[in-house]
């Protein structure tokens, strides 16, 4: 039996409703702005195998209701900004939406991790009209958003590809280059952003 149990189905279901309306908000904000809110926007369900092995990494049980509610990221969604503003206005916005609740924010692009990561992490609670694990109906299902620009999140895919399918000689220094790296990209990040303003109080 699947780890994800009858919610197997749903799961899908309550990705593409939400990323709907994330598309929809991207383009009532282009109409009121003339830009876009996001560049774009991935999906994805977390897979059984990955779940199973996070389950056992946690020290959960192998169980359907440690997927949907012990880990939080059954659903996962990835959202790739121009500029630094834009996902704080996205964050914003995601707050605003009827049939959601932020249930936890973690902001790595004011406090980076060690390592140099950037991102922004949500936590959503998202309403759904199909009973959850706890008898609830509507049921409420975790949803986890990374929000990011085109930097942070070329940087996370390269160093996930460097630091774990290749066997690292040099580990000590690869972090090293790698924090460097992000330390620059953030920098390049803070400049755009800055153009950007200029050019907007020139018009």
């Known amino acids: 039996m699947n780890i994800y149990g009858e919610y197997q189905s749903v799961l899908p279901q309550i990705m593409s409703e939400l990323t ?9 904000y282009q109409q009121k702005n003339d830009l876009s809110l996001f560049e774009h926007l991935n999906a994805r369900i977390k897979s059984e195998q990955s779940m199973i092995e996070k389950c056992h990494r946690k020290g959960y049980p192998v169980t359907t209701y440690s997927a949907l509610r012990k880990n939080r990221d059954s659903i996962g969604l990835r959202i790739v900004c121009n500029f630094i503003d834009e ?31 950037r991102s922004y992490h949500l936590i959503l609670d998202k309403t759904f009209n199909y009973p959850d694990p706890d008898g609830q109906n509507p049921g409420h299902y975790f949803v986890e958003i990374q929000l990011r620009t085109i930097a942070m999140d070329t940087w996370a895919s390269l160093e996930h590809e460097i630091k774990y399918k ?29 153009i950007r303003q200029l050019v907007r109080e020139d018009k």
């Open 20 to 28: 709907t309306s994330l598309q929809q908000l991207n383009k009532e």
């Open 87 to 117: 996902i704080y206005d996205c964050v914003d916005l995601i707050e605003q939406m009827p049939d959601v609740k932020i249930v936890e924010k973690k902001d790595y692009i004011t406090q980076s991790k060690p390592n140099g990561y």
């Open 166 to 194: 290749h066997d690292i000689k040099n580990p000590e220094m690869i972090s090293q280059e790698l924090k460097r790296v992000a330390d620059e990209l953030a920098s390049c990040d803070i400049s755009m952003q800055t």
